[in-house]
């Protein structure tokens, strides 16, 4: 027997796979404007990669890394770090990524 992953306040589920969900106390200003470079950098994968443009999928593949480090979804526990810490490795992601 197989357990099925079970949803909770630190991650979703979806098709069975259990997703990290993005940090609740992140400002939202600072989580749209992640939200936005983790759609574009998502994007941007999906166009090189029909493009066969390897070396674009992989700086759009560091981007899409670094949006997901600073919501919370890659990295450490987000609920395990206090949370000005959360806040500034965010901030420092949005920093990286609007450069």
Not at 16 to 27: A, E, F, V
């Amino acid at each position: 027997m197989v357990d099925e992953p079970q949803e909770d306040d630190h991650f979703f589920v979806v098709n069975g796979r259990r997703w990290r969900r993005t940090d609740p106390g992140l400002p939202e200003d600072v989580a749209a404007a992640l939200r936005s470079h983790l759609g574009s950098a998502r994007a941007t994968v999906g166009a090189a990669s029909r493009r066969g443009d390897e070396e674009a999928v992989a700086a759009a593949r560091v981007r899409v890394g670094i949006a997901k480090h600073g919501l919370g979804e890659r990295g450490p526990k987000w609920w395990d770090e206090p949370l000005e810490a959360r806040i500034e490795r965010a901030r420092e992601a949005l920093g990286e990524l609007d450069a």
